[in-house]
């Protein structure tokens, strides 16, 4: 099992920058493929980005790609997003997950893929 607590959520201005981070403790890190979710008021959970055990692999929605840099470091049990370029509409609460799951047909951009999630942190952008 593995707890995870996000970190570095605020408010922002458009176009300005935000570091997540997501804390993992419990069970080793590197055994998990982590991503990233988020969830604006009144809509759906939606996949934001995601990463594979060793960090080699990587994944975007199509909103966020070539503004945001997901990646992990597995010595200090961290996962961290970088956006760059914030838009209003990237306003919402951002969680990061954990799925220790060894299947072949994992799918990276499916919430319900993920088994452990962390509390949510805030990220508010104003235009």
């Known amino acids: 099992q593995v707890q995870l607590v996000e970190s570095g959520g605020g408010s922002v201005q458009a176009g300005g920058s935000l570091r997540l981070s997501c804390a993992a403790s419990?069970?080793?890190?590197?055994?998990?493929?982590m991503g990233w979710f988020r969830q604006a008021p009144g809509k759906e959970r939606e996949f934001v980005s995601a990463?594979?055990?060793?960090?080699?692999?990587?994944y975007y929605a199509d909103s966020v790609k070539g503004r945001f840099t997901i990646s992990r470091d597995n010595d200090k049990n961290t996962m961290y997003l970088q956006m760059n370029s914030l838009k209003p509409e990237d306003t919402a609460v951002y969680y990061c997950?954990?799925?220790?799951?060894?299947?072949?047909?994992?799918?990276?951009?499916?919430?319900?893929?993920?088994?452990?999630w962390g509390q949510g942190t805030q990220v508010t952008v104003s235009s």
């Open positions: 997950a954990a799925s220790s799951s060894y299947g072949g047909s994992f799918s990276y951009t499916d919430r319900a893929q993920y088994s452990y």
């Open positions: 419990g069970r080793t890190f590197s055994f998990y493929r």
């Open positions: 990463i594979s055990r060793s960090g080699g692999i990587t």
